[in-house]
């Protein structure tokens, strides 16, 4: 099993990125479809990623893809 997933990512929040493409471990992180209509930098979003809390933080940031979330979900379980 993989332990990090590469994933293009257009941005955090509604913050855009310059660097499109980040790692995610492949365990305690939320995969899930993007909001309807969600685009960044013009073009749609498909997928949020969210790495589960730990420690005292309580809200996490979303990473927003267009990678398809079947497609994340499998690279994380290859």
Known sequence: MAQVVSVLVYGVND???????????????????????????????????????????VGQDQYFSPTATATVITACNA
Do not use: C, E, S, W
């Open 15 to 57: 913050t855009d990125l310059n660097y499109p493409t980040m790692g995610f471990p492949t365990q305690g992180i939320i995969v899930r479809p993007a909001p309807t209509n969600k685009t960044l930098k013009g073009v749609a979003m498909a997928t949020v990623i969210q790495i589960l809390p730990a420690g005292t933080k």
